[in-house]
């Protein structure tokens, strides 16, 4: 009932201001010129005699008419048709008002008489109602209709403003009662105090709206009373009722356009839905696709709603309104000229992006290395990648120095692999030392930490022979790959022990110095009771040589 009620509203408005356009003066027949009479038209002069063109013609007529309206004792019926050889013309006592021509009649296509009869007639009409309406009566009758118009304003305004003061005074009393304020989740938009001065502005606002409508009614009102201010209270009703019925019939012009945008938005709509449920479907592991992989499901979605989306508003471009305007137009291209030098490394990063997307070199949660940053990765984008390294530092990557690097992911082989992760770490100890005894002192360092796997079992590989030691590098598999750096902690901390107790130097620091006579670098406490430094052997080479006396 609402829609229908403002829809006849609008068309009531529609046939107003045709009305009015129908009724203005201004609006002339453009082969004839007006013969005008106090803003009323009473009809048109479409030929010219002699020299006088029409709208000559007209003037003077105009003229006339309006001398006649100063008549003191002006008689219609002295108002009179007279035939002539050449022109009918109608007279007021001894003056010619208006002549009827043969080109006049031919124009008409009546007869000259006719014609003439029409215009005495609209003469004598017209200038009865202009009597009427300058007299006394009529004025004092005018004059107490507008302040009847005053009254009955000043009085719609009085109680205006009194239902104002009502709205006003109930805000405030709701004011802590329903007014409690807005808030989203645990963030509190508006107190109930600024609840409440919003809605106090917003009713200060409509107030002033509606007494200004008040007054803009009231202008044209009281300028329709009066015949000689009428076409002031018509240009003011036009300035409302031109832009208003431009546009209602903007709106009505524009719903088949709206319609074809509601359709391709709809369908829009229920694509990407479908799409969202088969990309769950395929992420969850219900739907298997050969070759496609769950982690690609969300990311695709993401790709191909978005091109639906850019697709979709190319189709909508055109049946937007003022589309095809210059304004629009050179908008469109500024921003597309921004974009294009504003965001070349954006785009290299987002494309560098969907390429790390596709090669699958990681996931959230992996424990990766990217150059010298190690970490864990907590959130992949479009445009960058964020890892916490074991400091609890979040790091942030921008995708194509992801992409223009190597990575390594600790992660895919420790859960992928049937082995695991191989952790691996390096000694050096003399050539004094059995490499059996070494080897069998990293492989019972490694088995003691607890998240090293005894199958398979760790093993030991000599890297190297160096000048004064032999480099083990110790190898063992793990599933844990997110607990790399204390793994480490813990077999460094075993290898000192184990170590310690087989009485073996680990050598690192090198040793340059004289061994003998120096104390052995393994802790005290590993040591014998017994035990005492060496001291320096020194020995005699050869005997020697006694001087002869």
Known sequence: MRIIKILLCLLGLLCFSEAQAQSNPEVVNELGAPVVLERDTLFYIYNPVGSFSKEERAAAVSKRIAELTEERFFSEDSVQVIDHVLSTEVTYLDRILVSVTDA????????????????????????????????????????????????????????????????FQKVEEQQGK????????????????????????????????????LFYILLPVLFSIFPWTQGYAETLMLYIISPLRKIGMGVINYIPNLLTILVIVVVTHYVVKFLRFMAGEVEEGKLEIPGFYKDWAKPTYNIVRFLLYAFMFVVIWPYLPGSDSAIFQGVSVFLGILFSLGSS?????????????????????????????????????????????????????????????????????????????????????????????????????????????????PFVLQTSLDD??????????????????MIYSNIHQNIQDKFNEAGIEILSPHYRGQRDGNMVTIPAHYLPHDYQAPSFRVEQVQQPVTSPN
């Open 468 to 485: 004064f030691y032999v480099s083990y590098q110790l190898n063992a598999y793990t599933f844990t790959a997110g607990k790399m750096a």
């Open 178 to 213: 329903r007014l409690k304020g807005l808030k989203v989740k645990n963030y509190e938009m508006l107190t109930p105090e600024r609840e409440a001065a919003v809605i106090l502005a917003v009713v200060k606002f409509i107030k002033v709206i509606t007494v200004f409508i």
């Open 345 to 457: 490394s954006a785009i290299a990063n987002m494309v560098a992006g969907l390429v790390l997307t596709y090669m699958r070199s990681f996931k959230i949660g992996d424990r990766i290395k990217i150059g010298e940053i190690t970490g864990d990765v907590m959130e992949k984008t479009l445009l960058v990648t964020r890892v916490r390294t074991i400091k609890n530092e979040d790091i942030t990557i921008p995708n194509a120095m992801i992409l223009n690097s190597h990575t390594t992911n600790f992660t895919t082989c420790s859960e992928q692999s049937e082995k695991g992760l191989v952790l691996h770490t390096t000694v050096t100890i003399g050539y004094d030392v059995p490499w059996p005894k070494v080897h069998q002192a990293l492989i019972d360092a490694a088995l003691a930490c607890p998240d090293v796997e005894k199958a398979p079992s």
């Open 104 to 167: 006049d009649a031919a124009f008409a296509e009546k007869p000259r008489e006719e014609i003439a009869e029409v215009y005495a007639a609209t003469i004598r009409a017209a200038v009865v109602e202009s009597a009427k309406q300058n007299s006394l009566r009529t004025i004092l009758l005018e004059v107490g209709m507008a302040i009847l118009v005053l009254i009955v304003f000043y009085f719609l305004l009085k109680y205006v403003n009194r239902l104002f003061q009502y709205l």
